[in-house]
Each structure stands twice: as structure tokens, then as C-alpha cells.
């Protein structure tokens, strides 16, 4: 027990020293916005792969064009919420995306078994975003 308390003692001077949780959430929320935008431009093919057969008739462009135009847009918003500018609204984009990504994504698990894995990371990236959405829009400058 006791080492377990010294492990505890640590964590918690580490943690007084940390940015608060609303900075840690920001940056991780940005960081993976950003990031997902830069392999979506990369990669497209790789992402273009969670456009199912029925969805993609619904697409006015190809799936590996839309990822492409979702890369430069997640890009955009990812760098916004990193940097702090416009972030109420990034943010909204980044969590009304990535809940209709989660609807879309538990459709497909439910009908076809496929993404769940996905889905189940979405889900946790979905409720992120609203705390971020939740924090700028409590802030004077948000």
C-alpha cells in the first residue's frame, strides 16, 4: 500500500503541474482532427474504404474525392481548435461531424457487422468534441 501512495503522491503533483483539462481536451481533440485531415490527404483510399455501397450514390463526388475535400476541411478546423481562433465553431463542426459519423457508423455495424471498432472509437471522439464545444461557448472569448 504504500507504494501505491507514493505512485498517487506523484500523480498528483504531475497533475498540478499540467495544463487544466479543458487545454488538455482542445489540443487532443485539434491534434486528432489535424491529424485525420493530413492521412485523409495522403491517404484518401485508405479512408475512402468506409464508404459503403449504398452510401456512395448519396456522394455528388467520388469517396476518395469526398475524403479529400473532408482532409482540407479537418485541416482547417484541426488548426482553428489548435490554436484557439474560432474554436465554438470548429468545434460544433468537429462534433456534429463526428456524430453523424458515429450514427452512419453504428448503421453499418447494425446491418452489416462492419466498423465497429470504429465506432466504438468515435463514439469517444464524438463526446470530446462536445466537452470542447461546451468549454469555448462558456468562455468570453470562445
Do not use: C, Q
Not at 501512495?5 to 479543458?22: I, K, N, Q, S, T
Not at 463542426?93 to 465506432?119: C, E, K, N, P, Q
Request: zero cysteines; proline letters at 4%; a negative charge.
Amino acid at each position: 500500500m504504500e507504494f501505491l501512495g507514493a505512485v498517487r503522491e506523484r500523480g498528483v503533483a504531475a497533475a498540478a503541474r499540467a495544463p487544466d483539462a479543458a487545454t488538455l481536451a482542445r489540443v487532443g481533440l485539434g491534434l486528432m482532427v489535424l491529424l485525420a485531415g493530413i492521412h485523409k490527404l495522403l491517404a484518401p483510399s485508405a479512408w475512402a474504404v468506409y464508404v459503403v455501397d449504398w452510401l456512395a450514390p448519396f456522394l455528388v463526388v467520388s469517396p476518395v474525392e469526398f475524403m479529400l475535400l473532408n482532409g482540407w476541411l479537418e485541416l482547417a478546423f484541426g488548426l482553428a481548435i489548435l490554436v484557439d481562433r474560432y474554436t465554438a465553431f470548429a468545434a460544433a463542426v468537429a462534433a456534429v461531424s463526428l456524430t453523424a459519423t458515429v450514427g452512419y457508423l453504428g448503421i453499418v455495424w447494425a446491418a452489416a457487422g462492419r466498423f465497429g471498432d470504429v465506432l466504438a472509437r468515435d463514439v469517444g471522439l464524438a463526446a470530446l468534441a462536445w466537452a470542447v464545444l461546451v468549454e469555448a461557448l462558456r468562455e468570453p472569448s470562445g
